[in-house]
């Protein structure tokens, strides 16, 4: 087995505030919506891409893959969602096999009282932070590593590498 090649201690220091970052900012965006909404991070995620998804639904697979969740979490939220009123799933007309997973007007009445808290919670500690050419590496930057991972998961000899293929 050949030595790893290691990061260098510049790549290391970036790569420690990237995780950092990652950790600090899911935290102060679960606890913004927590105490403004009473939801977490994760819910408010879901029920934001079901609002624009049209027709406010979208196939559980596809769901999970945007959210970046396992199936399985992935089914106990919408479970929770669809027990508080804010979700509901039905058969896809498309696929007899696959379930809908379709945001209700009390989802929608939800997402409009927590969205400007969120946005402005974003914008303060992410865009606010950021010049105009920032905000186009962060894009391009995170556009780039997000390739790369599924690349990864395509070539990696682990099946279900990333979590919307995992059960």
């Not at 396992?70 to 058969?91: M, P």
Request: aromatic share 6%.
């Amino acid at each position: 087995m050949t030595s790893p090649r290691w990061l260098t201690p510049e790549e290391l220091r970036a790569w420690i505030n990237f995780l950092d970052c990652s950790t600090l900012l899911n935290d102060y965006l679960d606890q913004q919506l927590r105490r403004d909404a009473a939801m977490t991070h994760a819910d408010y995620s879901l029920l934001a891409r079901l609002s624009v998804a049209p027709d406010r639904a979208l196939g559980m697979s596809l769901l999970a893959e945007q959210l970046k969740f396992t199936r399985s979490r992935l089914t106990r939220a919408v479970i929770r969602l669809e027990e508080s009123g804010y979700v509901r799933r039905r058969e896809d007309p498309a696929d007899g096999r696959g379930q809908l997973a379709e945001l209700t007007e009390a989802g929608m009445e939800l997402m409009a009282k927590a969205a400007p808290g969120h946005v402005t919670a974003v914008r303060r500690v992410v865009f606010d932070a950021l010049s105009p050419e920032q905000v186009e590496q962060l894009a391009t930057i995170t556009a780039t590593v997000l390739a790369s991972l599924k690349q990864a998961d395509e070539e990696d000899a682990y099946p279900a590498a990333l979590p919307w293929h995992r059960r």
